[in-house]
T-cell receptor, first 115, second 115 residues
Framework: NAGVTQTPKFRILKIGQSMTLQCTQD?????MYWYRQDPGMGLKLIYYSVGAGITDKGEVPNGYNVSRSTTEDFPLRLELAAPSQTSVYFC??????????????FGPGTRLTVL | AQKVTQAQTEISVVEKEDVTLDCVYE???????LFWYKQPPSGELVFLIR??????QNEISGRYSWNFQKSTSSFNFTITASQVVDSAVYFC????????????FGTGTRLKVLA
């Protein structure tokens, strides 16, 4: 299993540009998450999904959009990039059962700089 | 409201010293999970432990041990005989046992182990 994969690893954007961060998991997890980690800070939840076709906002959703058309994929779209979106972005997934949630498995991260 | 506090921003120790990382949480849920993750300089997030709120037994895994005390809402992490490879940022996180399993992360503690 590859686990959670993210592309690209690094990206530099100009202000106003758009891009999509890709995230794929091969563990058949129903829950997926997008976080951002600013320098020296913890992780803040941007969006999450509890299954294909179902997404919801986290703490810091402004400036981002997501979709979940399949169990495996959970892309994050940045529209009109701003310097405040310079961060490291992590995708994560987890499974759930009647017993409760599991640990989250994280991708390697995408380092995004907006100039 | 749910909150995780890691009051120690950065700790430096000399190799072979023991070190304890503090984690204090707030939640109104009666059942929840607590987690510790390690983020080494390479940047990925590595799962260390998950603890259910019903299980207050301490856990030991090699040089790592965890002390969960519901009475003080703490879930502290001790590294015995620290090594340079333990240098990382360590995050504590809280999650409910039902619903969306969203994590609440602490801001992390940076541990530097000096040779």
């Amino acid at each position: 299993n590859a686990g959670v994969t993210q592309t690209p690893k690094f990206r530099i954007l100009k202000i106003g540009q758009s891009m999509t961060l890709q995230c794929t998991q091969d563990m058949n997890h129903n829950y997926m998450y997008w976080y951002r980690q600013d320098p020296g800070m913890g992780l803040k939840l941007i969006y999450y999904s509890v299954g294909a076709g179902i997404t919801d906002k986290g703490e810091v959703p402004n400036g981002y959009n997501v979709s979940r058309s399949t169990t495996e994929d959970f892309p994050l779209r940045l529209e009109l990039a701003a310097p405040s979106q310079t961060s490291v972005y992590f995708c994560a997934s987890s499974y759930s059962s009647l017993a409760g949630g599991s640990e989250q498995f994280f991708g390697p991260g995408t380092r995004l700089t907006v100039l | 409201a749910q909150k995780v506090t890691q009051a120690q921003t950065e700790i430096s120790v000399v190799e072979k010293e023991d070190v304890t990382l503090d984690c204090v949480y707030e939640t109104r849920d009666t059942t929840y999970y607590l987690f510790w993750y390690k983020q080494p300089p390479s940047g990925e997030l590595v799962f260390l432990i998950r603890r259910n709120s019903f299980d207050e037994q301490n856990e030991i895994s090699g040089r790592y041990s965890w002390n969960f005390q519901k009475s003080t809402s703490s879930f502290n992490f001790t590294i015995t005989a620290s090594q340079v490879v333990d240098s990382a940022v360590y995050f504590c996180a809280l999650s409910p046992t039902s619903g969306t399993y969203k994590y609440i992360f602490g801001t992390g503690t940076r541990l530097k182990v000096l040779a």
